[in-house]
């Protein structure tokens, strides 16, 4: 999985540390929702029953490198 060096630094958060690598896998290959935002960016989210939360997942443009991930309690699914 290809990520920033901004990932890697936040992702040491205590918030972040239990977001599982395979989670982060998961929610690019079959997310429910993708939203492309206007910078290019691609958000992409996924429900994770472990944690009973969808974990949102930044990709830059160019849909393979993650910028960054995290559990949205905003999120409340595609309608």
Known sequence: MKSTQC????????????IKTEWIEQTIADPVYTEIQG???IRKWKWIPEEDKFLRVILLADGETVHNA?????F????
Do not use: K, Y
């Open 70 to 74: 995290f559990f949205d309690r905003n």
């Open 76 to 79: 409340r699914g595609s309608s």
């Open 39 to 41: 910078d290019g960016r």
């Open 7 to 18: 990932f890697l630094h936040v992702r040491r958060r205590p918030d972040r540390v239990r």
